[in-house]
């Protein structure tokens, strides 16, 4: 299977490969059950933490998400690996995942047992539980972002609250092709720049090559202008 970087990093290009890998090899229904962990929805918090990143990163990973189910997400990684010896089950251990380059690799093995070692153990299961208690109030702005027609004009956007703007502005882009993965916190701070405080900024430049720019009372995403 190869991977188009296309301007992603290489943990990101590999996770969208092994997406579309499983997905290509699910059954009819189209479900993919997936072995995350109590322990990956931790790094996926810190690592979200770290970033600086909004509510949506911080509540992690769905048990259900589209076609994606994860059942294991109460559950240690150490719980699983000794259900699999209980069971005489073979496991496949992914050679990245020791791998120091990658930065998941070191907020799980350098990272989270400081974190443990300075607040004297669980640091694992309480960023778990943050996602858990964030994601109620995830889904109710997203659900009333929904109710909000996705709009190009400055002064209906304007007009609404700055936690349902940032969505509603996140599902404009994305629908003019912008890359979701890739599209973070400060990639919609800008854009939330450009209807409340717009001071002639040219464009704010989104994953996937395209552009956001002002055009008197309307957002127009187009392909960013390659320089000379």
């Given at each position: 299977l190869t991977a188009c970087l296309a301007g992603r990093g290489p943990e990101a290009a590999a996770r969208e490969a092994r997406r579309e890998a499983l997905l290509a090899a699910a059954g009819p229904d189209g479900v993919v059950v997936l072995a995350h962990t109590l322990d990956d929805q931790a790094e996926t918090v810190l690592l979200g933490l770290g970033r600086g990143s909004g509510a949506r990163s911080l509540a992690g990973m769905r048990p259900v998400d589209g076609p994606w189910r994860r059942p294991l997400l109460s559950l240690r990684r150490s719980d699983t690996e000794r259900i699999c010896v209980l069971h005489d089950l073979a496991w496949w251990e992914d050679p990245h995942n020791l791998d120091p380059r990658f930065r998941?690799?070191?907020?799980?093995?350098?990272?989270?047992?400081?974190?443990?070692d300075v607040l004297g153990g669980g640091a694992a299961e309480a960023l778990a539980r943050t996602a858990s208690l964030l994601r109620p109030d995830v889904d109710l702005l997203d659900q009333l972002a929904d109710e909000v027609a996705p709009s190009d004009d400055v002064r209906t956007l304007a007009a609404l609250p700055a936690a349902l703007r940032s969505r509603v502005l996140r599902r404009f882009v994305l629908g003019a092709g912008v890359t979701a993965g890739e599209l973070g916190a400060g990639h919609l701070?800008?854009?939330?720049?450009?209807?409340?405080?717009?001071?002639?900024?040219?464009?704010?430049?989104?994953?996937?090559?395209?552009s956001c720019s002002r055009?008197?009372?309307?957002?127009?995403?187009?392909?960013?202008?390659?320089?000379?």
């Open positions: 998941r690799v070191r907020v799980r093995r350098e990272l989270l047992p400081l974190l443990d701070a800008e854009l939330d720049r450009l209807v409340t405080h717009w001071h002639g900024q040219v464009r704010v430049e989104l994953p996937g090559g395209l055009e008197g009372e309307r957002l127009v995403v187009s392909p960013t202008p390659v320089a000379p």
